[in-house]
Nanobody, 124 residues
């Protein structure tokens, strides 16, 4: 089994920045890709960003393009989400996910492992 643990969430003012981290542990970790999703109260969990583990191709939701950056430290089995120019609409629980096989980067169903989530709150 793979365990994913997110950290780095918190409260920030509009325009501020946060960096989320997701550390993977457990079995030999060789994902195809890692992703970040978020879920605001009363809304569906939505795709935020993804990165292919070996090649480093990145994918972003339109709503965060140009403001968020996803990256990895493969030696540490860790994926990051740098979030800049934060807006109140970015407020949500952010989840890290691992995908073992090549599939759609933005579909929740294609991800095999999930973290417990970390809260991000952006005040106006």
């Amino acid at each position: 089994q793979v365990q994913l643990v997110e950290s780095g969430g918190g409260l920030v003012q509009t325009g501020g920045s946060l960096r989320l981290s997701c550390a993977a542990s457990g079995r030999t970790f060789r994902p195809n890709a890692m992703g970040w999703f978020r879920q605001a109260p009363g809304k569906e969990r939505e795709f935020v960003a993804a990165i292919s583990w070996n090649i480093g191709h990145t994918y972003y939701a339109d709503s965060v393009l140009g403001r968020f950056t996803i990256s990895t430290d493969n030696a540490k089995n860790t994926v990051y989400l740098q979030m800049n120019s934060l807006k109140p609409e970015d407020t949500a629980v952010y989840y890290c996910a691992a995908r073992l096989y090549s599939a759609s980067h933005d579909l929740r169903i294609d991800y095999n492992y999930w973290g417990q989530g970390t809260q991000v709150t952006v005040s106006s």
